[in-house]
């Protein structure tokens, strides 16, 4: 539902974030090394299915979803924030610690872009 020719820009952006976030998440389950003793489709479930839950909405430009993704990718800045401040700087928090702040400030410039005309 995009409510203005302009939102269509800010909402590639936001699947693209999206992907991005997802994509680091997977390559962090693996890199350098799966956690030993824990089952792989445990870890992966955790970290994915909150996320994949919103991908209908997010490629459909929805607002409530956007408005959802926002508050769902809150938990994983804030989780990658922590890992990035005990790994002293490893890449793999930092990289998500970014890209979850860009996510969710690119959802809130959509949201704002793709505010529906009244009147």
Do not use: C, D
């Not at 994949?52 to 990718?73: D, H, K, M, Q, T």
């Amino acid at each position: 539902m995009l409510h203005n020719p302009k939102a269509r820009h800010t909402a590639r952006a936001t699947q693209f974030l999206y992907l991005a976030v997802l994509a680091t998440l997977l390559i962090t389950t693996f890199y350098p090394a799966p956690v030993e003793g824990v089952s792989l489709t445990l870890i992966l479930s955790v970290k994915l299915i909150p996320l994949l839950a919103l991908v209908i909405p997010v490629f459909r430009g929805n607002n409530r979803g956007y408005i959802w993704l926002s508050f769902v990718v809150i938990f994983y800045f804030t989780q990658a924030v922590v890992s990035a401040w005990l790994s002293e700087g490893a890449p793999g928090p930092v990289v998500l610690m970014l890209l979850t702040l860009l996510l969710f400030t690119m959802a809130m410039v959509h949201l704002k872009v793709n505010r529906p005309v009244t009147g």
